[in-house]
């Protein structure tokens, strides 16, 4: 398939710049059969079914984004992708140009980066004058996505990150996990909706762009994930007594589809680097439906929601929300698809 077959216009109106209370977004309902229904993310314990799983990323955003100068004071932008080493970090420098191997980066009177390593796109590895970790909830900053056209703010700290999430190192929040909270999670478990978790850590892989003319000639970065043994027993214990397994966001199906992969057909418990792409055509094994925000024009994420529920259907619903002006991207509203 070629990439602008999952084009569309947007309104850059329809961009969300802050979140709504979570909860009370927006939620376009995608039956497998039937018009679309317009409904609330507060809604879902009416929408999902008692037997049902709601499985969650549990990884946790990392202010990951630091601001620093070049020697001769020039200011220049870091952003930490994946740790390479005890104090080496792959990272995105803007602008790169610049940023030779040997560049010293101040951060502060105290800490400072290397340039060791320059690659294309402004990607470099960087080498700290001391572990970068324990400084970042003072010197990062949360690493808000461009179309969100402000500075990052004190609220983006608690709401640029899911009420569940655990385990550090995720670059970008697993956005359709945003809309919940502690009060609906209640009201699901009181409809007999269990819940479980995964891991993955939202790196490059799920937002790298596609420059390429068709889907077969991109290439996925790899993202650690995990899967527990109370989790692949949660999903037998669903399958067995009928019930659905929900996924909450894409990186939720990528994570539940490659532990699939991996186990020959069922989730196994276990963990890894996963480079899975799921286009139109992919077989899944383990996801039946998806809860998930709205995506941008060719991006990899519209391709695996056209892929879990239809091209044509998929960029339809797009089209209607765009009309009843449904928010778009990462603190926009969300869909309710069932599997085509």
Do not use: C
């Amino acid at each position: 398939m070629r990439t602008r077959d999952f084009d569309y216009e947007l309104p850059p109106e329809r961009i969300a710049q802050h979140p709504a209370p979570r909860g009370e977004s927006r939620l376009l309902v995608l039956d497998r059969e039937g018009p679309e229904r317009h409904a609330r993310v507060r809604d879902l314990p009416a929408l999902l079914r008692p037997g049902d799983l709601l499985v969650l990323n549990d990884t946790r955003v990392i202010p990951a984004r630091l601001f620093g100068r070049r020697p001769g004071g020039a200011p220049i932008e870091i952003l930490l992708t994946s740790k390479a080493g005890d104090r080496e970090w792959d990272t995105l420098v803007k602008p790169g140009r610049r940023a030779r191997p040997g560049t010293v980066i101040a951060l502060d009177e105290h800490l400072s980066a290397e340039v060791i390593e320059k690659e294309e796109a402004g990607r470099h590895r960087l080498r700290f004058s001391e572990p970068i970790e324990p400084h970042l909830e003072r010197l990062g900053h949360m690493p808000l996505p461009p179309y969100i056209q402000r500075s990052d703010e004190a609220e983006d700290r608690e709401r640029y990150q899911t009420v569940w999430a655990r385990h550090p190192g995720a670059i970008a929040a697993p956005t359709a996990g945003l809309h919940f909270s502690h009060a609906l999670l209640d009201d699901l478990a009181a409809a007999g909706i269990e819940r479980a978790t995964v891991t993955l850590h939202v790196g490059l892989g799920t937002f790298k762009p596609v420059t390429v003319e068709t889907l077969d000639e991109h290439r996925m970065e790899s993202e650690r994930w995990e899967v527990t043994e109370a989790t692949a027993a949660a999903l037998h214990q669903t399958r067995a007594r009928g019930g659905r397994v929900v996924a909450v966001g894409t990186t939720v199906v990528r994570t539940l589809e490659s532990a699939a992969l991996a186990g020959g057909g069922t989730v196994q418990p276990g963990s890894g680097a996963t480079e899975l792409f799921i286009t139109p055509g992919f077989a899944f094994r383990a996801v039946d439906v998806l809860l998930t925000n709205f995506h941008l024009p060719q991006s990899t994420l519209l391709m695996l929601v056209s892929a879990f529920a239809g091209r044509e259907r998929v960029l339809a619903a797009y089209a209607e929300a765009i009309r009843e002006e449904y928010r778009f991207y990462s603190y926009g509203d969300a869909m309710l698809l069932e599997r085509g």
